[in-house]
């Protein structure tokens, strides 16, 4: 069956990096759109970032834009998420995503923190 699994996140100071990991296992990972997707208490999910199976194209979302990196490798099956100059307002439980043809997985979420 398909698995993501992510790993990465934690409690970090406003002002840090870090960087969130999710590997794919159960598809066939280099034709899959994969996106992060973050919920705050309270809050709906949200869309974070994406990238395209076709060419790696990305987007971002406007609260991350300028502060955010996604990237994948194919090769091991796993897409990243490098998010610099943190602040309070990132603190949620982050997912990641591999969608095609209107199906979705997810992941099982990391929490990260942001301490100001």
């Known amino acids: 069956q398909v698995q993501l699994v992510q790993s990465g996140g934690g409690l970090v100071q406003a002002g840090g990096s870090l960087r969130l990991s999710c590997t794919a296992s159960?598809?066939?990972?280099?034709?899959?759109?994969m996106a992060w997707f973050r919920q705050s208490p309270g809050k709906e999910r949200e869309f974070v970032a994406g990238i395209t199976w076709s060419d790696g194209s990305t987007i971002y979302s406007d609260p991350v834009k300028g502060r955010c990196t996604m990237s994948r490798d194919n090769a091991k099956n796993t897409v990243y998420l490098q998010i610099n100059s943190l602040k309070p307002e990132d603190t949620a439980v982050y997912y990641c995503?591999?969608?095609?043809?209107?199906?979705?997985?997810w992941g099982q979420g990391t929490q990260v923190t942001v301490s100001s």
């Open positions: 995503a591999a969608s095609r043809g209107g199906l979705k997985h």
């Open positions: 159960g598809l066939t990972f280099s034709s899959y759109t």
